[in-house]
């Protein structure tokens, strides 16, 4: 039950022509009053940022969460991170990205990558396939205490991107 939100952010974007480089930056902030009557939550307040480089036919960046997920003691942070790098070519897209969050709130954490290609096959078709991993490291309740379980899952995609 948030209420009175207020939120910002900042960015920034240059293009370095003699450097053939592009830089995007960007900070955000969030912040909101809580009317819950559920003891433990309080006021609710979040701040993220990137980072994002592009040259020639690579783009690289990382980007950065964290939230108190509206606990009031303090201790029910959450926090991800996430990276990655692609190259653009004439008819190719190969990339690889990663993250990891942690939610002390829940008691959870995971971490997942990526790594694909794409080939364009005409103006209007690109087909294109991936692996993926995920895992997560979940909480499991036994009786008075608290055990963890590791949850994962991996697969392939398969994309095709249809454009008029």
Same mark, same amino acid.
């Given at each position: 039950?948030?209420? !009175?939100?207020?939120?910002?952010? =900042?960015?920034?974007? *240059?293009?370095?022509?003699?450097?053939?480089?592009?830089?995007?930056?960007?900070?955000?902030?969030?912040?909101?009053?809580?009317?819950?009557?559920? /003891?433990?939550?309080?006021?609710?307040?979040?701040?993220?940022?990137?980072?994002?480089?592009?040259?020639?036919?690579?783009?690289?960046?990382?980007?950065?969460?964290?939230?108190?997920? =509206?606990?009031?003691?303090?201790?029910? !942070?959450?926090?991800?991170?996430? =990276?990655? #790098?692609?190259?653009?070519?004439?008819?190719?897209?190969?990339? #690889?990205?990663?993250?990891?969050?942690? !939610?002390?709130?829940?008691?959870?954490?995971?971490?997942?990558?990526?790594?694909?290609?794409?080939?364009?096959?005409?103006?209007? #078709?690109?087909?294109?396939? =991936?692996?993926?991993?995920?895992?997560?490291?979940?909480?499991?309740?036994?009786?008075?205490?608290?055990?963890? /379980?590791?949850?994962?899952? !991996?697969?392939?995609?398969?994309?095709?991107?249809? *454009?008029?």
């Amino acid at each position: 039950e948030l209420e !009175d939100v207020w939120e910002g952010a =900042a960015s920034f974007a *240059r293009q370095f022509a003699q450097q053939d480089l592009r830089v995007r930056v960007a900070v955000t902030y969030v912040t909101a009053s809580s009317s819950s009557a559920l /003891t433990g939550f309080g006021d609710y307040e979040a701040w993220g940022a990137g980072l994002e480089l592009e040259k020639g036919g690579w783009t690289g960046g990382v980007r950065w969460l964290s939230s108190n997920n =509206a606990w009031d003691s303090g201790n029910g !942070d959450y926090e991800a991170w996430e =990276a990655g #790098i692609v190259h653009q070519g004439e008819k190719w897209r190969f990339g #690889i990205e990663g993250g990891w969050s942690e !939610d002390r709130l829940t008691w959870t954490e995971g971490v997942s990558w990526l790594v694909g290609a794409s080939r364009k096959i005409n103006e209007n #078709i690109d087909l294109g396939v =991936a692996w993926t991993s995920a895992e997560a490291d979940l909480p499991v309740l036994s009786g008075p205490s608290v055990s963890h /379980t590791n949850a994962s899952n !991996d697969g392939l995609v398969l994309e095709l991107t249809v *454009r008029n």
